[in-house]
């Protein structure tokens, strides 16, 4: 069951979502989150890809961008295989 401080939590973050237009504001809290509260996660990122192109990507540290510059360069792991 979750915690009455992590609903506090997801409540303030879903607020931003609903008020904001501007992803490159908002997804920095959205992997802040995840990041405090998915068990073993320490870094996290998300890269915002359009027809094939890699167009930014936000990260919670230079170890998560430098993972994900990596597996885009190399076209290795599920992200690229993704896009």
Do not use: W
Not at 43 to 71: F, K, M
Request: with cysteine; hydrophobic share 40%; aromatic share 4%.
């Amino acid at each position: 069951m979750y915690g009455p401080m992590l609903l506090a939590s997801f409540a303030d973050l879903a607020k931003q979502l609903i008020a904001s237009d501007d992803l490159g504001e908002v997804l920095p809290q959205v992997l802040k989150y995840s990041v405090g509260t998915v068990n073993g996660c320490e870094h996290a990122s998300v890269t915002l890809v359009h027809s094939g192109r890699s167009l930014d990507t936000v990260a919670t540290s230079p170890t998560a961008a430098e993972l994900d510059d990596l597996a885009f360069g190399t076209g290795l792991g599920p992200r690229p295989e993704a896009c």
